[in-house]
């Protein structure tokens, strides 16, 4: 059972930055790839980024690629996201999400049998 949390959201203005962070409980965080996924008000959940075990590797949603990086430090069973450049659109409830299947990092239905967090909001004003 891997149990995650997320935090850092808030209110920015546009042009702005925020940082978030998902802590991983387990000893077995370094098995799994990590995402970011988000939800708007009234809209579906959406991709936009992923990691690989090791963090060797990244891939992101167009609308972030530019402005977004995810990465993670295993030794503190932790995966953050960099968002800068915020614009309003980027408004969301911000999920982790932990990769256990094999289907691809960027469709939801790849973490149908894996673990999410509770979210955090991030509110971008204009």
């Known amino acids: 059972q891997v149990q995650l949390v997320e935090s850092g959201g808030g209110l920015v203005q546009a042009g702005g930055s925020l940082r978030l962070s998902c802590a991983a409980s387990?000893?077995?965080?370094?098995?799994?790839?990590m995402a970011w996924f988000r939800q708007a008000p009234g809209k579906e959940r959406e991709f936009a980024a992923a990691i690989t075990r090791s963090g060797g590797r990244t891939y992101y949603t167009d609308s972030v690629k530019g402005r977004f990086t995810i990465s993670r430090d295993n030794a503190k069973n932790t995966v953050y996201l960099q968002m800068n450049s915020l614009k309003p659109e980027d408004t969301a409830v911000y999920y982790c999400?932990?990769?256990?299947?094999?289907?691809?990092?960027?469709?939801?239905?790849?973490?149908?049998?894996?673990?999410w967090g509770q979210g955090t909001q991030v509110t971008v004003s204009s």
């Open positions: 999400a932990a990769h256990v299947d094999r289907g691809s990092y960027n469709r939801r239905s790849s973490y149908d049998n894996g673990y």
């Open positions: 387990g000893r077995t965080f370094s098995d799994y790839a």
